[in-house]
């Protein structure tokens, strides 16, 4: 049987009013801040968020700020957050919202739909909390709780389940305080309908579960099926000029777009020679060079790859070319270089370059 509307959200919308986390974006109304948290928070957790949110809205307060800033510096302040497509949306967006809309977000959904990186998540989330639109919003969270109170089958991805979600999504939002409806949904599934060990008795909604009635609180969502991650090996070059480091700028694309990095080429196979490295580096920086000793190796688990950085002290005989790997090359102090977007990963690999350059074996 499934529960009315009236038992999901009067509850639901009580126990929000009285338990919901004081988080900084909820405390303003404006569109473009609750706009950056959205974007920030998928794919990572509000305690993470909470501090990089506060220094984000503090350099570009607006989207005119925002858009007017290079690229590089908004990936800079995004250093550690990873994800990094979602920073260079948030800037084509910025830029986007000053050229077709005055510098402010457009309230109507479809519009917002049209921006970069607004998919249907952030384009509800957007529309109901700073716009006060019945439309649905769900992240990992909502998916839960619903999947539970409606005892909704199949994996996440599969399309009947998608639809079905965002069926009751729809029909649950469609009411007074949609934004708040679509936060305290959310808020039930990150702070008590949790994947494991759920708190069920503290639940305002545990009346109208079916999975709960039919003890199936374990089996519901069904599990996400992971593809096997990509090993990526690559060869990394640090070369040196004094106490300056070479660091390329990728193009704005792909895993690292825009971000700084070491130079560095992909490897295929199994060990390779130096000859192969020497070969992979040269091509990478369109310069003749000289390949000395592994300065080791860094790696990182990311969420579709295992990646592995195998370093290589290397001495550039000629300047370095950009190409369709690099926009850009620039030699950087130790400071400049911490001022730059980088990848938690290149930032480690710079960390041991250093620590091998310092105490040579």
């Known amino acids: ?25 909820r405390r303003s109304r404006d569109p473009y801040a609750v706009w950056i948290s959205e974007v ?26 925002l858009a007017a800033a290079p690229l590089s510096e908004v990936l800079s302040l995004w250093r550690g957050l990873g994800y990094y497509a979602r920073a260079r949306n948030l800037h084509r967006a910025a830029k986007a919202v000053v050229r077709e809309h005055g510098g402010h977000l457009p309230s109507d959904p479809e519009k ?33 709780v619903l999947c539970r109170l409606f005892r909704i089958e199949g994996r996440p991805g599969d399309a009947r389940r998608e639809a079905r979600l965002w069926a ?9 305080r949609p934004g708040d409806f679509n936060q305290a949904l959310m808020e039930l599934g990150a702070v008590i309908c949790r994947p494991e060990d759920p708190s069920c008795l503290l639940c305002p909604v545990r009346g109208s579960c079916a999975a709960l009635r039919s003890g199936r609180i374990g089996e519901l969502p069904g599990a ?49 020679s130096p000859s192969r490295v020497l070969f992979a580096l040269r091509g990478t920086l369109g310069a003749s060079i000289r390949l000395g000793e592994s300065l080791g190796c860094v790696r990182r688990t990311l969420t579709h790859r295992e990646l592995e950085l195998n370093l290589y002290d290397v001495t550039a005989r000629s300047e370095p070319q950009p190409s369709h ?12 270089a911490q001022k730059l977007g980088m990848s938690t990963a290149m930032q480690r690999a710079l960390e041991l370059a250093d620590r091998a350059i310092e105490n040579p074996r």
């Open 1 to 25: 049987m499934t529960a009315p509307r009236a038992e999901v959200r009067e509850p639901l919308l009580a126990w929000f009013d009285a338990h919901k986390r004081d988080l900084p974006w």
């Open 40 to 65: 920030m928070l998928q794919q990572t957790q509000v305690p993470t968020v909470v501090p990089y949110w506060q220094r984000f809205v503090e350099r570009f307060p607006t989207a005119e700020a």
């Open 112 to 144: 917002l739909r049209e921006l970069p990186g607004f998919g249907r998540y952030t384009t509800g989330a957007v529309a109901s909390i700073a716009f006060d639109q019945p439309v649905a919003a769900v992240d990992g969270n909502a998916a839960r």
């Open 168 to 176: 009751k999504a729809a029909q649950l939002v469609d009411g007074p």
């Open 224 to 272: 996400k099926v992971r593809p096997a991650r990509k090993h990526l090996r690559l060869a990394v070059a640090v070369c040196r000029r004094k106490s300056d480091v070479l660091l390329g700028m990728r193009e704005e694309k792909g895993l690292f777009g825009g971000l700084w990095e070491l130079p560095c080429a992909e490897l295929s196979g199994g060990r390779s």
């Open 325 to 336: 790997r690099y926009q850009e090359f620039r030699w950087v102090s130790p400071a400049e």
